[in-house]
């Protein structure tokens, strides 16, 4: 593993860090926080991906989604968005995962313009009722402490990744 020396200290270069350095691409702008633009934005998307892994570290990604329009995810403020587990296929994969390691990664994809963002964060599994009727039909939420926001900074065409 590379590293550097910052005042006397050795400091190992992540494995991100190490791949940026050796391609020469730049650094993502990351905030520890969503903008409160970004979080109106976020509140529009259909659907978004989430991975999560269990305690050994093997990893699961599951959609999130309705069919019917409604709110998918709420911004409650710029460290804390919740979204509902609605019953689906009963195998719970995602949500035993975070019962047993709190992280989430969480993708949004607009679809017309291309453009991504992530959401990476602490989750825990809620059941408060207050939230719960913001969701219909939900039968529990996830809260997410937002640790990492960022866009993708090269935002890519899908109309012919999606035939269009």
Known sequence: MEAYTIQEQVVALSGEEQLRERFGTPDIPITAFIPRNLARYLETFDFFFIATSNRKGECDASFRGRHDRS?????????????????????????????????????????????????????????????????????QLVKVNVTEVYKQNRPVSMGKSFGR
């Open 71 to 139: 709110l998918r995810i709420k911004v409650i403020d710029e460290k804390t968005v919740i979204f509902p587990d609605y019953l689906g296929n009963g195998s719970f994969k995602s949500l035993g995962n975070i019962l047993e390691n709190p992280h989430i990664g969480m993708l949004f994809i607009d679809l017309k313009t291309g453009q991504r963002i992530r959401v990476n964060g602490e989750t825990k599994v809620v059941n408060d009722p207050q939230w719960l009727s913001v969701f219909p039909g939900s039968i």
